[in-house]
C-alpha cells in the first residue's frame, strides 16, 4: 500500500494557525497538570527539604482538581492538534543540513511529545478509575513521563517559535503558512473548528468536574466520584477490600503510641474520653475527587505530648492493614503540631462507618487523601 504524500491533505483547516491556537490551549493544560503534578508528588513525599503546607486546608483539593479538569480539557485538544498536523507527517526530510536538524527535532519532540501525553491521559483517566492494568508503579511512572513530555513541548515550542508567533500576530484566516495543498474549504471555517474545540474541551471538564465541585455533580456523567458515602464522603477502598474487618472490631483493639521505650497503649474508649474536638476538613484523592465532613475525634499533638514527643517531630503512622504502598504513612511535624489534625473517631457527629476507617483515622489539612491513613493502629516517633 502505496502511503499518502503530504500534498494529499488539501483541507483549509489542517493551517500552522488552527494549530497553533490549539497548541496554546493545550501547552496551558500541560504546564498546570505539570506544576499541579509536582505538588502532589512532593506532598506524598516521606521527605520533605521544605514543609509542605497546612494551609489553606484546600490547596491540595483545589491542585488535584485542577490537575484533572486540564487534563481532560487537553484530550480534545489534543486530538484536534494531531489531527491538524498530520499531514506534516509525510512531509519529504529537508536537504541542507541545518533545515534537516531542525526537522529532526520537530519531528523527534512530536514523537516524544505525543506518546508521552497518550501515555499520561491513559494511565491518568486509569487512575483515576483505580484501575492497574500494569505492574509498574503509576506515581513513579506518571512523574518520570512528566518531565519527559514537558521537555518535548518546549524543544517543540523553541523550534516552532518563528512560525508560532507569526501565525498567532495575524487573523486565523491568514495563509501565510499554509500548506501549498491546502486550498480546499472544510466543512467549518476555522473559526467554527476553534470554537468546536472550545467546546469541547470545557464539556469534558463539566461532565469529570463534579467529583470536585458539588454543584457540578449532577451533569458531570464521567466524574470518578459521586460524593455519596457515609456523612457525604466518598470511600476509595473498603474494610473488605483491606482486609481489616476483624482487626478493626476486634474488642482487643488498642491504639498504640510509641516514643523510644515510652509506649501507651490507649482502648478506642479510652480515645473518647479524651478531650474531643470537629473540624471541617476535606479528604482530597489524586483521582480528582474531593469532599468536606465534619470530622471529630482527638488532636494528634495531645496523644504525642501522652508519651512525651517534642514538637517539631515527624511520627510514622501505621494502620492495620496487612500490605499496600500506604499501610504506613509519614506524618510531618508541622502537621502533627498543628491543632485541626485529627486522630478521627467521628464523622458529621457519627461514630466512623468501617470503611472510613473505624476504629480511628487520621485527618489532617492540606494533605492528600492516600496519606489520610484509615484503620490506626499505631503512631511512633519516626527514627
Sequence with gaps: MKLPAESDFTSRLRSAAVTARVGLWLGMCFLICFVTGLISHYAQNADHPLPFPASPVWGYRVTQGLHVSTGSAA????????????PRLFRRPERRLRPLLLDALERGSILVLVAAAVFQLATGLANAAQWYPWTFSFRSAHYAVSWLAVGALLVHVAVKLPVIRDVLGVDVEATDHDRPSATEPGALTRRGLLRATWVGSIGAVVVT?????PLLRRVSVLGVRSGS???????????AAARVVAAATHPDYRLVLVNGRRTKAITRADLLTLPQHVEELPIACVEGWSASGRWGGVRVRDLLDLVGVPA????????LQGTGPYRTTVLHGN?????????????????????????????????????????????????
Design 229 to 239: 458515602g457515609p456523612g457525604g464522603v466518598p470511600i476509595n477502598k473498603s474494610a
Design 209 to 213: 468536574a463534579g467529583s470536585t465541585v
Design 75 to 86: 484530550v480534545p485538544l489534543l486530538l484536534v492538534k494531531l489531527w491538524t498536523v498530520y
Design 335 to 383: 502537621f502533627a503540631d498543628d491543632p485541626r489534625t485529627l486522630l478521627a473517631l467521628s464523622l458529621d457527629g457519627e461514630p466512623l462507618s468501617l470503611d472510613h476507617g473505624f476504629p480511628a483515622r487520621v485527618v489532617a489539612p492540606d494533605r492528600p487523601g492516600v496519606l489520610q491513613t484509615k484503620w490506626v493502629s499505631r503512631i511512633e516517633v519516626r527514627t
Design 312 to 319: 517539631g517531630t515527624d511520627v510514622l503512622v501505621t494502620s
